[in-house]
């Protein structure tokens, strides 16, 4: 994983909420912190505040588990990748109607087709799409 790995919200989640995090998605923590990048497109950082807000609004982490997870995100520091948006009418739409997949999951699936990299995910239909499209998946 010298490359790394493009990680979607689901995983982050898992990584800073205790109650999602799996085995799985430990190792892949463990590869991060052993210094394996982790990509992730723009949208990740609005999707990860809002997801982290979703919880705490149905009571399934409290304002200390909420604080506690913002500040573990942050330090997370993954790459960003800002070609997304420049992509989301051509590629990453065309991805999305390929596969059937929403355009926010595609760009997880086109950034790890454009870098070459496997994509680590929860959502199990975006793995099956990574899968068609001969991207690899960690999950």
Known sequence: MNSGFVADASVVMAWVVESQSSQATEN???AAERGAPVHVPVLW???????LLILKRRRRI?????????FDV?????????????????????????????AYDAVY??????KAIPLASRD???????KAAG????L
Request: aromatic share 4%.
């Open 74 to 102: 942050r330090g997370l520091r993954p790459l960003l990748d800002e070609e997304g948006p420049h992509l989301a009418l051509s590629s990453i739409s065309e991805l999305a109607e390929k596969y059937g997949l929403s």
């Open 124 to 130: 199990m239909a975006l793995n099956k799409a990574a």
């Open 62 to 70: 409290d304002q200390q588990g909420y604080d506690q997870a913002r």
């Open 109 to 114: 699936l086109e950034l790890a087709q454009r």
């Open 135 to 138: 991207v690899s998946t960690l």
């Open 28 to 30: 892949l923590l463990a």
């Open 45 to 51: 950082t609005f999707e990860v505040a809002n997801t």
